[in-house]
């Protein structure tokens, strides 16, 4: 028996939508080499000027940066920076800047604990100008806070010191109570030792109404443990801040010390590890690119940077990649 013409209209079809299909995810924008990047981990201090960042950005193909600034007030750590700094390159330079409430300060560093387990002056001073920040409509995020930390030194002179702060406090809590009220994320570095991810699992599970940014791969966790918080926790997104293997330093690399609990992403010649690529794959709306240019002389390597992230984003699947580069950065910030 004959089959009716109709019947095979749509097979003859199939061919001509896989290829519209495999156009569309194989055009020039869909390349990583193309793809617009959203710095979503990026630092202010008060020697750097918005003409330089955007001539950086321009050269790497970002399209915006979080401005985190580092308001430290010494040498050795270098930062200088202000809010106010932040909200006028942003003023400036609509679209390419995305200020944060900066929580890199040394009246909320390693020796202030106990402006995070009760209320202090020091505190309520914060929460009260961070409120008015937020409602500017200016800032889309607070942090970088600096909980766990290791100590560092690089650039000859410049650095960080150890930071061990207690998580679930007082004032992390009323910053949380922020973040819900506003819909802004607040962004966390705390590195993933035993205890301390499990201080994080019940911050996440007390505030799931926030949305909380865990700094450098979720504390360079594994991918296994990764994968267990985001199947839990909705309210996690995690940055790359850093986790491109670029230079001697940085969180690409056991940096600045090797311990059972650091993973890395890549090989550090490019390639993503099997279980980071299926750990991407899996869920791809959960990760952001980041540069971590905390020292302004680790400008010097922005491009390089943004370039190894294209090369981590090659090996992933076209709307993976989108959605790392990009897309879930533009939706958490609001960026148009």
Not at 129 to 155: C, D, P, T, W
Request: charged share 20%; with cysteine; net charge neutral.
């Amino acid at each position: 028996m004959p089959i009716p013409l109709s019947a095979w209209i749509p097979l003859a079809l199939l061919p001509v939508a896989f290829l519209l299909v495999s156009c569309a995810e194989r055009a020039p924008h869909a390349r990583p080499e193309n793809l617009p990047v959203i710095d979503a981990h990026g630092h202010l201090n008060g020697d750097m000027t918005a003409e330089h960042l955007l001539s950086l950005m321009d050269a790497a193909g970002v399209k915006a940066m979080v401005l985190m600034a580092r308001y430290y007030s010494d040498p050795f750590s270098s930062g200088y920076g202000r809010d106010e700094q932040a909200a006028s390159f942003a003023a400036k330079h609509p679209g390419r800047f995305i200020p944060f409430v900066a929580g890199q300060r040394g009246d909320l560093g390693r020796n202030r604990r106990s402006v995070w387990e009760e209320p202090t002056p020091t505190g309520d001073q914060y929460l009260k100008s961070a409120r008015e920040k937020l409602e500017s409509g200016v800032f889309r995020g607070m942090g970088e806070f600096i909980i766990h930390h290791y100590a560092y030194q690089n650039f000859g002179t410049q650095g960080g010191d150890d930071v061990f702060l207690p998580l679930n406090t007082y004032l992390m809590g009323r910053l949380a109570a922020l973040g819900a009220e506003f819909r802004v994320p607040v962004l966390i570095h705390l590195e993933a030792e035993p205890e301390r991810a499990a201080d994080m699992e019940r911050l996440l599970a007390a505030h799931s109404m926030t949305t909380f940014i865990w700094a450098h791969n979720c504390g360079r966790s594994s991918a296994a443990a990764i994968s267990s918080y985001l199947s839990r926790f909705p309210n996690l997104m995690c940055d790359l801040g850093g986790m491109a293997a670029v230079g001697r330093d940085g969180y690409g690399h056991f940096y600045p010390k090797k311990t059972p609990w650091i993973h890395l992403v890549e090989d550090g010649t490019g390639k993503l590890y099997p279980e980071t690529r299926e750990l991407f794959e899996r869920f791809p709306r959960r990760f952001m690119v980041g540069t971590d240019a905390a020292h302004s002389p680790a400008l010097q390597s922005y491009v390089a940077r943004i370039e190894r992230f294209r090369v981590l984003l090659s090996q992933l699947s076209p709307a993976a990649a989108r959605r790392i580069a990009y897309e879930n950065a533009a939706e958490l910030f609001g960026v148009k």
